[in-house]
């Protein structure tokens, strides 16, 4: 059995305050199948860059196997497939290539295509081919499902299922449940690995929050115990102080006073130093915090209604002839990549024209968008919430109850992470008061935990909405229409 040993592992950003790592022990088993799970910003893709050896740290890493990270960085993508994928793995013959490519769904014709020329998600699938046919490598897969369609999820989750070796970053939470058997999570400076998938590691995980939080309620009740019988030997404390004063410190009395002085300070310092220990055994408890949304009821049942609609870019038909009509409810758009789901919610929101038929929006009826891209936000927070008319106060409440730290409050939007962006985006349509939600993969790099909140969130409040997801287990849960493309 190989192994990769990490012993006290310590790391923070040169010039950071945070410790992003304190003490992490793990020793992990090079066939494991691993998802990892943690809120944004915790560290995991800088956990994954630490066994590349890319930071300076504190403590040991051992493995008798080399690491590789996905997404691999492409040089030349004018480059073939081929090319590529032998640069990746020099020694693959080109039938273990044609092999791995029919398990993930790719026609062996790309082979001599240009590298540039395949779609997001082909390309995704060309590179795991390369480095899955490297011999003796652990692979360190970073968020693969961000450019792939439901079905494709399903594909990938199948051939990662027949691999071994590889840790595994995606907040979806049924791929998660497709292909892996061990969990590691990720919580306030610290790493844990448990046996099973998400599912299995999620339950576990109740029960052990369940326990802990019923540990911190006794806990509390002893540490406010002590703490009252703290303040009264602090208050007998200074009344024996007063007494000597009164005595003139002199004789039996103030000898007495003095003895017993030095009893209650003892007395004292004892129950400080417990409620020390004490508050040092509560367990920090990750939980998800409920979150609100205020939507308005429209006047009639019919927000947007379609009529024969088409569209088409640089004379390329998306589709024509769409009939649809959105009322209330939560209604999914589901299709691959390419089918027009990102155009029909641009329809609605009027950032795009159709090419044909029409589109009719209620009148007066108010809509708010969150895009799918989320790459253009800059500046200071403070100044969003202004531009965009919302109360800052309650923006980062919400904020908050994604995992927000304070001090990134402070920081330029344009330092957050891809997921960070995108709850800044939803906190915002979360304050606006609309009859339409339009959200437009609105989970994109968004963590399990998060998404739990916006999944329960809606099924509290029950917004009328049209979005697009990849997320299977979301879509499920929350929608109540599904129209496939």
Same mark, same amino acid.
């Given at each position: =059995? ?9 790391f923070?950003?040169d010039?950071?305050y945070d ?11 090079t066939?494991?199948k691993?998802?990892f799970?943690?809120?944004?910003g915790?560290?995991k893709?800088t956990f994954?860059?630490?066994?590349m050896g890319?930071f300076?740290?504190r403590g040991y890493?051992?493995?008798d196997v080399?690491?590789d990270y996905?997404p691999?960085?492409?040089q030349?993508?004018?480059l ?11 020694s ?7 092999k791995?490519?029919s398990?993930?769904?790719v026609?062996?014709?790309?082979l001599y295509?240009?590298f540039?020329?395949l779609s997001?998600g082909?390309q995704?699938?060309v590179?795991l081919v ?9 692979l360190l897969?970073d ?7 439901t079905f494709a ?9 027949g691999?071994s ?6 907040h979806d939470?049924a791929?998660?449940?497709?292909c892996?058997?061990h969990?590691?999570?990720?919580n306030k400076m610290n ?7 998400f599912?299995?590691?999620?339950e576990q995980k ?5 326990f802990?939080l019923a540990q911190?309620?006794k ?5 406010n115990?002590?703490k009252?019988a703290?303040?009264?030997t ?11 004063i009164?005595a003139g410190?002199k004789?039996y ?7 017993m =002085? ?13 409620i020390?220990e ?10 998800k915090e409920d979150l609100k949304?205020h939507?308005l009821?429209f006047?009639?049942p ?5 009529e024969?609609v088409?569209v ?5 038909e998306?589709f024509?002839g ?5 009322e209330r409810?939560r209604?999914?758009?589901?299709g691959?990549?390419g089918t027009?789901?990102s155009?029909?919610?641009?329809l609605?929101?009027?950032e ?6 029409t589109v009719?929006?209620a009148?007066?009826?108010i ?5 799918q891209d989320?790459t253009f936000?800059?500046?200071k927070?403070d100044?969003f ?6 109360d800052?106060?309650l ?10 730290s304070?001090?990134q409050?402070?920081?330029?939007m ?11 985006l939803l906190a915002?349509?979360l ?5 339409l ?6 989970l994109n790099?968004?963590d399990v935990?998060?998404?739990m909140?916006?999944e329960e969130?809606?099924l509290?409040?029950q917004?009328?909405m049209i979005f697009?997801?990849h997320?299977e287990?979301?879509?499920q849960?929350?929608?109540?229409e599904i129209?496939?493309?």
């Amino acid at each position: =059995m190989s192994t990769i040993q990490i012993s006290n592992l310590t790391f923070s950003y040169d010039g950071s305050y945070d410790t992003i790592f304190e003490d992490v022990t793990l020793q992990i088993d090079t066939k494991w199948k691993l998802g990892f799970c943690g809120r944004n910003g915790r560290g995991k893709t800088t956990f994954l860059k630490l066994l590349m050896g890319e930071f300076e740290y504190r403590g040991y890493i051992s493995s008798d196997v080399s690491f590789d990270y996905f997404p691999f960085s492409v040089q030349d993508e004018a480059l073939s497939v081929l090319d590529i994928i032998f640069e990746i793995a020099p020694s693959a013959q080109e039938w273990q290539i044609r092999k791995e490519l029919s398990l993930l769904s790719v026609d062996d014709g790309v082979l001599y295509q240009p590298f540039y020329t395949l779609s997001n998600g082909e390309q995704t699938k060309v590179l795991l081919v390369g480095l899955f046919l490297k011999e003796n490598h652990f692979l360190l897969i970073d968020e693969p499902t961000n450019h792939l369609d439901t079905f494709a999820r399903k594909v990938v989750a199948d051939y990662l299922e027949g691999k071994s070796g590889f840790i595994l970053v995606s907040h979806d939470r049924a791929f998660l449940d497709a292909c892996c058997d061990h969990t590691l999570s990720i919580n306030k400076m610290n790493i844990e690995i448990v046996k099973g998938n998400f599912s299995s590691w999620w339950e576990q995980k109740g029960r052990q929050d369940a326990f802990e939080l019923a540990q911190n309620i006794k806990l509390g009740k002893e540490i406010n115990r002590l703490k009252v019988a703290t303040r009264r030997t602090a208050d007998w404390s200074d009344k024996i102080e007063a007494s000597k004063i009164g005595a003139g410190d002199k004789g039996y009395v103030g000898a007495q006073a003095a003895r017993m =002085m030095k009893r209650s300070k003892a007395t004292q310092q004892r129950g400080e130093k417990a409620i020390v220990e004490k508050e040092s055994l509560l367990k920090n408890i990750e939980k998800k915090e409920d979150l609100k949304i205020h939507p308005l009821t429209f006047h009639t049942p019919q927000h947007v209604r379609f009529e024969n609609v088409g569209v088409s870019f640089n004379k390329r038909e998306i589709f024509n002839g769409l009939d649809l009509t959105i009322e209330r409810g939560r209604l999914a758009l589901v299709g691959g990549n390419g089918t027009g789901k990102s155009s029909i919610l641009k329809l609605i929101t009027g950032e795009l024209t159709p090419s044909s038929g029409t589109v009719y929006t209620a009148s007066g009826l108010i809509i708010s968008y969150v895009p799918q891209d989320a790459t253009f936000l800059t500046g200071k927070l403070d100044d969003f919430a202004t531009d965009s008319g919302i109360d800052l106060t309650l923006f980062k409440t919400i904020l908050r109850k994604l995992d927000f730290s304070r001090d990134q409050f402070e920081k330029d939007m344009s330092s957050y992470s891809a997921g960070q962006k995108k709850k800044v985006l939803l906190a915002r349509s979360l304050l606006e008061k609309a009859h339409l939600y339009v959200w437009d993969e609105p989970l994109n790099y968004i963590d399990v935990l998060s998404r739990m909140q916006i999944e329960e969130l809606l099924l509290v409040y029950q917004p009328t909405m049209i979005f697009v997801e990849h997320d299977e287990r979301f879509v499920q849960h929350v929608a109540t229409e599904i129209i496939n493309l």
